[in-house]
């Protein structure tokens, strides 16, 4: 059986507490929304950390502290951003991964993000593939736009991304590949044959395109990063409930959630 694994993206580095007033912000929020994520049915999380004033950073110390109460608290693989926030420098965005996380993130190109632009240059895809492969951090190939999984094939041929990838398939961000089923079709058929992959789609498309990717055999990537809303016009209440009802879906389709260690395991992620 093909279980399913549940990504909980906690927080995200655009999403403000104005927006969503359960957003946690500080390690203990982000330990204890990653302890309920868990609980609920998440084997991983995606992580993002805010300053003291609540601005997103890439401030190694503070990844540090969040992930030290995350491990206190829970056993779920945590991966950290390499993304960081819009216009950040290349040296700010790879701090976390001096942390030698279980996994990381890895753009494979440039796309437009709402008014800004999230820069992913060859070098600094190249300068990020290698700190992970050097490291032993394993590489979440995050695809924007269709592209960009040629240019993650390309880096397996360059040596620098160990097959089998992980891709997640990052839809509907303003600029990038809009969330559709079509899309989703031709993203997935476009992977190599032996790749795992999660759909993490924006907003009101969280739902459709993550019950699809159930049923087509993927995984899924749920949180406030990607969608603060429980349904139209209702704020969610924490990451856990978004990763709940997903696990529900998948329950009814015979994909039982897979614990943090099975996802270990079968991702090949060396013991933290
Ligand atoms: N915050 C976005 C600009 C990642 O985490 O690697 C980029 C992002 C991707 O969130
Ligand atoms: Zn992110």
């Known amino acids: 059986m093909n279980k399913l694994w549940i990504t909980a993206a906690l927080v995200g580095a655009e999403i403000t507490r104005a927006q969503q007033p359960f957003l946690p912000l500080t390690p203990e ?17 995606h992580l993002h950390v805010r300053d003291p004033e ?14 030290e109460r995350i491990r206190e608290r829970t056993d779920v693989i945590v991966q950290v951003s390499t993304g960081g926030a819009i216009g950040m420098s290349a040296e700010e965005r790879a701090q976390p991964l001096a942390l ?8 494979c ?33 995050e695809v924007f736009e269709a592209g960009m999984i040629a240019t993650a094939i390309s880096l397996v041929k360059r040596g620098l991304v160990r097959p089998p990838l992980h891709f997640d398939l990052v839809m509907g961000v303003p600029g990038g590949i809009p969330a559709t089923a079509a899309n989703l079709v031709h993203l997935v058929a476009s992977l190599p ?47 856990a ?19 943090p260690d099975e996802v270990r ?6 013991p933290c």
């Open 109 to 141: 190109g440039s796309v437009n993000f709402g008014d800004g632009v999230f820069l992913n240059p060859p070098d600094l895809i190249e300068h990020l593939a290698r700190t992970m492969l050097e490291l032993g951090i394993k590489p979440e190939i």
């Open 193 to 239: 044959a032996d790749s795992t992959w999660s759909v993490a789609a924006v907003g009101r498309h969280e739902l459709p395109l993550g019950a699809m990717a159930i049923a087509m055999g993927g995984h899924v990537r749920v949180g406030f990063e990607d969608n603060i809303y429980y349904r139209k016009g209702e704020l969610a209440t924490s990451n």
């Open 54 to 67: 609540g601005n997103p950073t890439q401030d190694r110390d503070t990844y540090a502290r969040v992930i």
């Open 265 to 270: 395991e079968a991702l090949g992620i060396r």
């Open 241 to 259: 409930q978004l990763v709940a009802r997903m696990a529900r879906i998948a329950r009814e389709l015979e994909r039982p959630c897979a614990t």
């Open 100 to 107: 030698r996380p279980e996994m990381a993130t890895l753009t």
């Open 29 to 45: 929020e982000i330990a204890e929304e990653a302890a309920r994520a868990r609980e609920a049915g998440a084997a991983i999380v």
